[in-house]
């Protein structure tokens, strides 16, 4: 009896979890990167983009196959995008992963094909996830990509699952580091699609950056220390993140991105969160 009732409740929470996704998806009237790019965004690389493939110019992964031994304490997480193929998300849970970020979208056009089932069933599994937006800055507005991410994944709701939206602004894997763009464009745009996020979400959007990326690009802002959780890519420090100029403290930080958890295929960027439990869950419910 009680295994039935347990399937029953699994069944409804998931055909709960798909209407809520199949309705923000609805929203934009699309579930495929159909549009073409615009000039700084070759076809071929539009749907590369994925947490830290611009950090990797800048820094080395400090050992292959991170050790277990040497994890940071604290709530640990991963971030996935369709590269890391179908994840067993009931086995990361069963690791010990309390949370994940999933790849949403790119740009104004390009949805992550493997995000749907990434995010619902990361759900059913209890990990408190959220989605992430791989930023093309020279292709469109802040607010037209904020606009696309909020419509097709990057929405938030007060589920005790859901963390807010993420922008990941990192170094041009396609070209020239900052996309061309001048400190004050970038430190613009950045605030462009903060802006329109919050408008739409209610939420504001974490920052996912490296120190070097952030320190050339905007100069070491300091706009968006008031605004915006930090989560920090640093590959290279064991003791604690270098965190970018323009900010004092981090939420997140990416450690490596060659690490293993069970019901990921090969190598996954691991994370840890800042906190307790207790704070994620108040950082998920906007506590």
């Known amino acids: 009896m009680q295994s039935s009732i347990r ?6 929470a ?13 929203v934009a009237g699309q579930t495929a990167a159909t549009s073409q790019p615009d000039e700084d965004v070759a076809g071929d690389d539009l749907g590369e983009g994925q947490m830290g493939v611009g950090v990797r110019g800048e820094q080395q992964p400090r050992a292959a196959g991170f050790s277990a031994t040497a994890t940071p304490s604290g709530p640990q997480g991963i971030d996935v995008s369709h590269w890391q ?18 790849k949403a979208t790119e740009a104004d056009s390009y949805t992550d094909p493997q995000f749907a ?11 408190i996830r959220g989605a992430y937006h791989f930023a093309r800055p020279a292709q469109s507005s802040g607010a037209a990509q904020a606009s696309f991410f909020a419509s097709n994944g990057g929405a938030w709701s007060a589920d005790d699952l859901t963390l807010p939206g993420v922008l990941d602004i990192e ?13 004050s464009q970038l430190r613009n745009w950045i605030l462009d699609f903060h802006t329109t996020y919050k408008e739409l979400t209610g939420r504001d959007a974490i920052i996912y950056t490296s120190p070097s990326f952030w320190r050339d690009c905007t100069g070491g802002w300091d706009g968006m220390a008031s605004r915006s959780p930090l989560w920090v890519a640093n590959w290279i420090d064991a003791d604690g993140p270098n965190i970018p100029p323009g900010f004092s403290v981090w939420t997140a930080w990416q450690y490596t991105s060659t690490g293993s958890v069970a019901g990921v295929s090969g190598d996954v960027d691991r994370n840890v969160f800042n906190g307790t439990r207790e704070r994620l869950l108040a950082l998920a419910n906007n506590g």
């Open 85 to 102: 193929g179908d994840v067993d998300w009931q086995s990361v849970r069963d690791a010990g992963i309390e949370f994940a970020w999933i």
């Open 14 to 26: 998931r055909v709960a979890a798909t209407a809520v996704l199949a309705a923000m998806l609805a």
């Open 117 to 127: 089932d990434n995010y619902i069933e990361a759900h059913e599994a209890g990990v």
């Open 171 to 183: 170094a041009n894997p396609s070209g020239e580091q900052c996309y061309d763009m001048t400190q």
């Open 7 to 12: 399937t029953r409740t699994r069944r409804a």
